[in-house]
């Protein structure tokens, strides 16, 4: 099922729930917003909005293609909510597919629009924009790996996956625990920071620092630094403890 917004002005509003069963998948092709006030759903199919997402004023949206199937989730566009009001979330849901957003998610101009984002299952899931919400990223399920590519500022983090590809800032005001069976990656130039704990279950390749605010900071695997880096784990003045289960290395040849 394609709906297309007429070219140049259209908008597109999901006022009921689309629902696509079989082998239909669902693709809204809009031209100025694509106005979200009910969630869509396939059966194990494609969801693709290629336009800006907004979130109709204090809804719970989901995107669902399936827990068991491999449809994959894509906006290509900027994820938001509506402003004033009360905060609006998403909830992406799709299995053994894809979700990705190529735009920016919420934004920092007004704390009642899109505050909440929930990936509930994917395999990969890329964010090629910025991350921005005053209330909680979670991830309940990544099969293959989750990537940051732009700046991360959230309420709070609880992220459960395999690999972890963090590739800008990442920013939290309460917790930040990544429960990872791979992999956390964290490229160099810029660092992260958790008002609230930091932990990870899984090993950490380091080229940054990771900084808490008199919290703890534990590493529940082992701790790579990445070549030529040298990052710094730091607690801040306060009483946090610094945790490495496992072993602590550098990168072998280079320098």
């Given at each position: 099922?394609?709906?297309?917004?007429?070219?140049?002005a259209?908008?597109?509003?999901?006022?009921?729930?689309?629902t696509?069963?079989?082998?239909a998948?669902?693709?809204?092709?809009?031209?100025?917003?694509?106005?979200?006030?009910?969630?869509?759903?396939?059966?194990d199919?494609?969801?693709?909005?290629?336009?800006?997402?907004?979130?109709?004023?204090?809804?719970?949206?989901?995107?669902?293609?399936?827990a068991?199937?491999?449809?994959?989730?894509?906006?290509?566009?900027?994820?938001?909510g509506?402003?004033l009001?009360?905060?609006?979330s998403?909830?992406?849901?799709a299995?053994t597919?894809?979700v990705?957003?190529?735009?920016?998610?919420?934004?920092a101009?007004?704390?009642?629009?899109?505050?909440?984002?929930?990936?509930?299952?994917?395999?990969?899931?890329?964010?090629?924009?910025?991350?921005?919400?005053?209330?909680?990223?979670?991830?309940?399920?990544?099969?293959?790996?989750?990537?940051?590519?732009?700046?991360v500022?959230?309420?709070?983090?609880?992220?459960?996956?395999?690999?972890?590809?963090?590739?800008?800032?990442?920013?939290?005001?309460?917790?930040?625990?990544?429960?990872?069976s791979?992999?956390?990656t964290?490229?160099?130039?810029?660092?992260?920071?958790?008002?609230?704990?930091?932990?990870?279950?899984?090993?950490?390749?380091?080229?940054?620092?990771i900084?808490?605010?008199?919290?703890?900071?534990?590493?529940?695997?082992?701790?790579?630094?990445?070549?030529?880096?040298?990052?710094?784990?730091?607690?801040?003045?306060?009483?946090?403890?610094?945790?490495?289960?496992?072993?602590?290395?550098?990168?072998a040849l280079?320098?």
């Open positions: 099922v394609t709906i297309q917004a007429p070219i140049g259209g908008s597109i509003t999901v006022n009921g729930t689309i696509g069963t079989g082998d998948s669902v693709t809204l092709n809009g031209s100025a917003a694509t106005t979200l006030n009910a969630g869509i759903t396939t059966a199919q494609n969801i693709t909005i290629s336009d800006n997402v907004v979130i109709g004023e204090g809804l719970s949206v989901t995107l669902d293609t399936g068991g199937g491999a449809g994959n989730i894509l906006v290509s566009g900027t994820t938001n509506t402003a009001g009360v905060a609006e998403l909830t992406a849901l299995g597919g894809n990705t957003f190529t735009g920016a998610v919420g934004n101009t007004d704390a009642l629009e899109l505050e909440a984002l929930t990936i509930t299952s994917a395999a990969t899931t890329l964010f090629s924009g910025a991350v921005t919400l005053s209330n909680a990223l979670t991830q309940t399920a990544g099969s293959v790996a989750t990537t940051f590519t732009g700046a500022n959230v309420g709070s983090a609880a992220l459960t996956g395999t690999a972890f590809n963090v590739n800008n800032s990442f920013a939290s005001g309460g917790t930040t625990a990544f429960t990872n791979g992999t956390l964290k490229s160099a130039g810029t660092n992260i920071t958790s008002t609230g704990a930091f932990s990870t279950t899984g090993n950490v390749n380091l080229a940054a620092n900084t808490t605010t008199n919290t703890d900071l534990t590493i529940g695997g082992n701790l790579v630094v990445a070549e030529a880096a040298t990052p710094t784990l730091s607690t801040g003045a306060g009483a946090g403890n610094i945790l490495v289960s496992g072993t602590t290395n550098g990168t280079g320098v």
